[in-house]
């Protein structure tokens, strides 16, 4: 705006400069043309608005600020005078703000260092309020006011302590995962069109998938042996579990709690219509029939067990899992090759699984 401004100002001068050595006849004929330019403009605009720069309007106020306010009236503009005078008022007053403007701000900005501190300090501890975490702070050697830190934690969207405190079920599937088990029922249909159902159970702490079995007619009986099949599977494991996620399907039986409680184990319910409380387990289903049972025709109960049992080992043994950083459930990741001969030199062989609809890699031998 200022470049532009101090533009209009010097050509303004040059037109000044030129207007020097012409007579008044001369004068008054420039105006009277300029005026009728001005009539024929605002016949073309149709009453519409015509739209000024800052500038523009900042180098009219200034140089039309100055007549009266009945010889004003008198000049032929494209505003009223009444616009010329406001943009003037507003000039001065734009001019006074910034002359009256502090050099120096108010207190300080709070040190980023600070900041983060305060803020990781209120992640790890939810039941602490601003007061402290503010002496917490003076432990450490960090002098700031109370209301520094209150604020810090406002502006970061952070709410109260008390509102901080309350332990979703997210929160208590990750602090609880070393105990948990999850299960379910899916349905899957042979060639003959015979449904099945399939009875998993998955281990939240390292996902390993455990099928206990796949039958068309999941009676009590059937399930309870399954229950106390997997009972002995997690003892001959060491694995410790204490709770075990399931929904509300009609499909397990009373005496499926029952054994699972006398081995210790509590069951859990899921929410009605809520299969983001057993999700572990919800999303399993959903990668079996996603990279297998949808790419499967089926024939059989023995023909969908031995599916279902490559699948298990796969999945345990060599498919990588982005919950648990990419390891596989019964196998850590190995460490990083840092040979560079044996970067170059890489020799991966492929074993197919289920005719080729599962693929392993691994290093030649």
Known sequence: MLLRLAYLGVTS??????????????KDVEILALRHQITVLERQLSGARVRFDASDRAFLAALLHQLPA????????????????????????RRHAARSHPKRGGRP??????????LRLAAENPAWGYRRLHGELL???????????????????????????????ADFLRSQADALLACDFFETITLSGARMYVL??????NRRIRILGATAHPTASWVAQAAKNLVMDLKDA???????????????????????????????LSGIQMPRMNSIMERWVQTCRRELLDRTLIWDQRHLL??????EHFYNGHRPHQGIANARPLHPLPQPITDPGQITRLDIHRRDLLGGLLHEYQHAA
Request: aromatic fraction near 6%; charged fraction near 30%; glycine fraction near 4%.
């Open 13 to 26: 001068a040059f037109a000044m400069l030129r207007l020097l050595p012409m007579s008044d006849r001369e």
């Open 70 to 93: 009945q010889a004003l009236r008198r000049v032929r503009l494209l505003v009223r005078p009444d616009t010329v005078l406001r943009w003037h008022r507003n000039l001065v007053s």
């Open 109 to 118: 900005r709070t040190v980023r260092s600070i900041r983060a501190l305060v």
């Open 139 to 169: 432990v450490l050697g960090v002098d700031v006011a109370p209301s520094t830190v209150w604020e810090i934690l406002k502006n970061a969207g952070i709410p109260p302590a008390p509102e901080r405190t309350s332990t979703t079920w």
């Open 200 to 205: 998993a159970v998955i281990e939240h702490a």
């Open 238 to 268: 060491g694995c410790r579990a204490r709770y075990l996620i399931r929904d509300r399907d009609g499909t397990f039986p009373e005496l499926l709690d029952e054994v699972l409680k006398d081995a210790g184990i509590e069951i859990v």
């Open 306 to 311: 031995h599916a279902l049992r490559e699948f």
